[in-house]
């Protein structure tokens, strides 16, 4: 595999503004993060509400700017280069977490699936036409001539989420940013929509990024994942090292908050290892110090991501087992 997407000590700030502007703060969305992404890979972005995930993805698809850092795509930096923002656009798409927002109620799915390729000026209509009924075949929507006429509110979330997804492939990207796509779904047809992303990112050799809070559908569709924590990188490196030998007190939270499938444990009190935050400046030292239960006098500097396993990299002053 080669790279095909890496972004270098990314910063996003915000200014938040109190009470009739009586005080502002300063909120470190996104800060001093740096990983990459391979053709063909599937790259975890992990993390609780609030942690930066879908500030990245904005990021990249430059629909925000950044405060600082760069990105490159295919070698090629994109930072602050509005010239190859059409390229950037078409190689780069996004599925939103909410079905119901994604798309536009009043536009039938025809109209949904073509409007990138409309954008793009790709095609005429019977070409246009042709595609969508080729993506949305793709995606599991049959029958296809007949789902192209409906309009959104004639189908139920699943197919909504198809349907995002065929606007997604409508214009063969080579990333897919998937922000929390299954988590607004049903459970019983969360998988397989998951199996249907894993096929056609394999099929078509697709590289996604898939933000996600949970770390069981995680490993089920991801070969890498990166922790975030309040804007930062906190572990990092293949799934399966990351979830079965985590060094991070934070990502041990995350894990210790998954539901098994188990009746004894209904039973059974199941501790998560984190603390109730005490009133210190989250952005000096450790961001997780606050919550951290292993907490040391050294956490008041900020730790950097050290090698603890083979691509496998943790932010942290403790050595966890």
Known sequence: MSEILRVEHLKKYFTKKGIFRSKSSTVKAID????????????????????????????????????????????????????????????????????????????????????????????????????????????????????????????????????????????????????????????????????????????????????THDLATARYFGQRIGILYMGKIVEIGPISQVLENPKHPYTQALIDAISEPDPENLHRYKKIRINEPTDVDVYQGCRFRARCQYVIEKCKIEPELNTVGKKHLCACHIELD
Not at 64 to 70: A, L, N, Q, R
Not at 103 to 120: A, D, K, W
Not at 136 to 160: F, T
């Open 32 to 211: 001093d993060v740096s990983f990459s992404l391979e053709k063909g890979e599937v790259f975890v972005l992990a993390g609780e509400s609030g942690s930066g995930k879908t500030t990245i993805a904005k990021l990249i698809l430059k629909s925000i700017d950044v405060d600082s850092g760069k990105i490159f795509f295919e070698g090629q930096e994109i930072t602050g280069d509005n010239k190859n923002l059409k390229k950037i656009r078409m190689n780069t798409q996004m599925i939103h977490q909410d079905p119901y927002d994604s798309i536009n109620p009043r536009m039938r799915v025809e109209g949904i699936v073509s409007e990138p390729l409309e954008i793009h000026n790709i095609g005429n209509k019977k070409d246009r036409e042709k595609r969508v009924m080729e993506v949305l075949r793709e995606v599991k929507l049959e029958p296809a001539d007949e789902i192209m006429k409906k309009y959104p509110h004639m189908l139920s979330g699943g197919q909504r989420q198809r349907v995002v997804l065929a606007r997604a492939l409508a214009l063969k990207p080579k990333i897919i940013l998937a922000d929390e796509p299954v988590s607004m779904l049903d459970v019983s047809i969360r998988a397989e929509m998951l199996e249907l992303m894993t096929e056609l990112q394999k099929k078509y050799n697709i590289s996604f990024i898939y933000i």
